[in-house]
Every structure is written in C-alpha cells, then in structure tokens.
C-alpha cells in the first residue's frame, strides 16, 4: 500500500513524537509511515527516541540562522527533498511564518495542550499553557489538533479531547494528564484520518 511520507518537527522530550511512533508500529497509523524527524535543539530527547527506532533524526539550529526566513529555507529545503506529505508540529516550540506555512497548505498539523480557542496563540506553550489554565480555575481543559496557517494557533480544528481538572493540581500534573488522556490519543488518530485522506486523493 502506498504510505504518506511523514516529518516530524519537534524541541524537546518526544513524548508526542513516542506516541506517533507506537502507533506507526501498532496500525494506529496505517496510511502513513515517519520517515524524518527535525529538531531545532542538538540536546532533545526526541532525537533518542527517533534514532532508536531507525528514523532519520537531524538538528536544524535555529540559532545558527541569521534570520527566520534562511531558518525556514533550510526547512523546507530538508522537507521537500525527501518528498514529505504530512509535517507534525510535536512540541516544536518555533513559530512559523507564512514563508514556511503556505509552502503546505493542510499538510501541517500541530498538536496544542488546550482547548483551542483557550490559552492558545503567541506565548501559549508548554507548560505555560497549563500555567494559564490553572490561574484561570478552569474545570476541564484538554487538547487540540489542527491544521497550521500563519496564524498561531489559529488553522482548522482536526480533532479535540477534554480533560478534567483536578484540586490540587499543579501544572505539571495536569500536564502529564493531559498528554496521557489526550494528545497522545487525537495526535494520532487526527495523523491517520490526514494521511489517509492524502493517499486516497
Ligand atoms: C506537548 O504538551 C505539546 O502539546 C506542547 O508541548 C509539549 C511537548 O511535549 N506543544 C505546545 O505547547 C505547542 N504550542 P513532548 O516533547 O513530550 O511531545
């Protein structure tokens, strides 16, 4: 069967990125398969994770660029000579711009640690996220995929998931909720339900 070719974007830990490729393993992911995984960080985890598994792991240093836009180039240059069709934002904690986000319309998908539109947009990742939800006093929170344009945040919704707040939660607690009651799950499935789409163009 032919598979969509799958990058990986990501900064640090990789457990989003762990999740993709268990379920790569298990058919949860069956029209796809991950081929490449870019870190802006020499120092993330993720790139264990991916060399552990016989994936092409490469560090693009942001912070060796000049400007965004030769970051970007750079990128997409890594991207397109591989013949990618899917690119996952798993934790990657560089914005892009419309230089980069209009060479893929609806090929890129981010996964984001709330209920987009809540504690969503420029400054809104990581554990900030968690942060800001808890500050608020927020019940239930959760996750979302989507789609990503030049608006932070701000492309198709794919799929969400809620999770409940709990007294005494501390940001990393729901964090780690969060993750293992949802992004680990949509993430995923939204990967599937794209790259099947893809291939059956
Ligand atoms: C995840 O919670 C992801 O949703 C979030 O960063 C974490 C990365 O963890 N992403 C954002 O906040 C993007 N705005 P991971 O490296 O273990 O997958």
Redesign the pocket.
Known sequence: MNKAKIAVL????????QALIDANKSGIIKSGEIVLVISNKPDAY?LERARKNSIEALVINNREYSSRADFEEKLIKEIDSRNIDIIV?????CILTEKFTSHYPKKII????ALIPSF?GEG???LK?HEAALKKGVKVTG?TVHFVNEIP?GGEIIMQKAVEVLDGDTPEVL?RR??EQA?WIILPASVEKVANEIINK
Not at 10 to 17: A, E, I, K, Q, Y
Not at 110 to 113: A, E, R
């Open positions: 990501v900064s640090g830990g990789g457990t989003n990125l993720a934002l798993a934790g990657f904690m981010n996964v984001h640690p969503c809104f990742y990581g996220v996750a945040d964090q969060v993750m992004e």
